[in-house]
T-cell receptor, first 111, second 113 residues
Framework: QKEVEQNSGPLSVPEGAIASLNCTYSDRGSQSFFWYRQYSGKSPELIMFIYSNGDKEDGRFTAQLNKASQYVSLLIRDSQPSDSATYLC???????????FGTGTSLTVIP | DAGITQSPRHKVTETGTPVTLRCHQTENHRYMYWYRQDPGHGLRLIHYSYGVKDTDKGEVSDGYSVSRSKTEDFLLTLESATSSQTSVYFCAINRQGMNTEAFFGQGTRLTVV
């Protein structure tokens, strides 16, 4: 079974701080990696995807991928109260084009 | 908006009854998925489809069946609902395949009493 592990939190950071979210995956054949944000009672929405080793930046968000360590992270700079949500890490294994999700990390940004 | 509609949005049903959830897409994408989301378990894949009449099982497929007779519709059926199937069900589509993201519908909250 392909596993995606996240620290469930909750993670609390003050407004303006950097929030760091981490994810590990078990399948070395995984091809692409995604971060979703999910507000309570809503569906997941994509924040970023990454498929090459290194960093990828988009506004206040930076995704980091290390395939050798099977590790993906998401950094949120200048955290805002509106960033308070559950963040889901997802992996596409390539085989069957299936997406596997972690259990999510709950983030609270304190004003 | 990725053009995905789930119906119904909410449903309460009795144990032992069959239930069908519908996912409709307007954008002609090849891949469609059904997930369930439960506290502590995250999103778990039930079944997925890679084309009309082409479906396969996910990690939690027991007690569920699917059908895809048209590109735009992917149906999930609980053959005989049980309380353990009380959950939020999400349909998702994938536009092009690898290195592209999955887009989710609004979800269906199903309660089995």
């Amino acid at each position: 079974q392909k596993e995606v592990e996240q620290n469930s939190g909750p993670l609390s950071v003050p407004e303006g701080a950097i929030a760091s979210l981490n994810c590990t995956y078990s399948d070395r054949g995984s091809q692409s990696f995604f971060w979703y944000r999910q507000y309570s009672g809503k569906s997941p929405e994509l924040i970023m995807f990454i498929y090459s080793n290194g960093d990828k930046e988009d506004g206040r968000f930076t995704a980091q991928l290390n395939k050798a360590s099977q590790y993906v992270s998401l950094l949120i700079r200048d955290s805002q109260p509106s960033d308070s949500a559950t963040y889901l890490c997802a992996v596409n294994s390539g085989t069957g084009n299936q997406f596997y999700f972690g259990t999510g990390t709950s983030l609270t940004v304190i004003p | 908006d990725a053009g995905i509609t789930q119906s119904p949005r909410h449903k309460v049903t009795e144990t032992g009854t069959p239930v069908t959830l519908r996912c409709h897409q307007t954008e002609n994408h090849r891949y469609m998925y059904w997930y369930r989301q439960d506290p502590g378990h995250g999103l778990r894949l039930i079944h997925y489809s890679y084309g009309v009449k082409d479906t396969d099982k996910g990690e939690v497929s027991d007690g569920y069946s699917v059908s895809r007779s048209k590109t735009e519709d992917f149906l999930l059926t609980l053959e005989s609902a049980t309380s353990s199937q009380t959950s939020v069900y999400f349909c998702a589509i994938n536009r092009q395949g690898m290195n592209t993201e999955a887009f989710f519908g609004q979800g269906t909250r199903l309660t089995v009493v």
